[in-house]
């Protein structure tokens, strides 16, 4: 079982950054891959970023691609997304997820098998 917590959401006006932070109770966290998704109102859950268990290697949705970046420690069991040029567009709430399907960068939902309870990410304009 992997427990998650996300934080550091909040209210930003466009062109502006935030950092989330998500924090794992998994002693094995390293062992996990790692996934931000979002979801705005009246739309369904997509895919924001994903970092392999060691952090070498990443994938974004396009429509993040360049702004947001995603890390991870594992001496600290937590996963980051730095998020920079925000727009209102970015507005919706973001999960952590966690999978143990290590093979491959993965993008879909049903392939993370662990969430967090979210954090609300507002840009204003």
């Known amino acids: 079982q992997v427990q998650l917590a996300e934080s550091g959401g909040g209210l930003v006006q466009a062109g502006g950054s935030l950092r989330l932070s998500c924090a794992a109770s998994?002693?094995?966290?390293?062992?996990?891959?790692m996934g931000w998704f979002r979801q705005a109102p009246g739309k369904e859950r997509e895919f924001v970023a994903a970092?392999?268990?060691?952090?070498?290697?990443?994938r974004y949705a396009e429509s993040v691609k360049g702004r947001f970046t995603i890390s991870r420690d594992n001496a600290k069991n937590t996963v980051y997304l730095q998020m920079k040029s925000l727009n209102p567009e970015d507005t919706a709430v973001y999960y952590c997820?966690?999978?143990?399907?290590?093979?491959?960068?993965?993008?879909?939902?049903?392939?993370?098998?662990?969430w967090g309870q979210g954090t609300q990410v507002t840009v204003s304009s």
């Open positions: 997820a966690a999978t143990p399907r290590t093979y491959s960068i993965l993008t879909m939902t049903y392939e993370y098998d662990y």
């Open positions: 998994a002693r094995t966290f390293s062992r996990y891959a």
């Open positions: 970092i392999s268990t060691s952090g070498v290697s990443t």
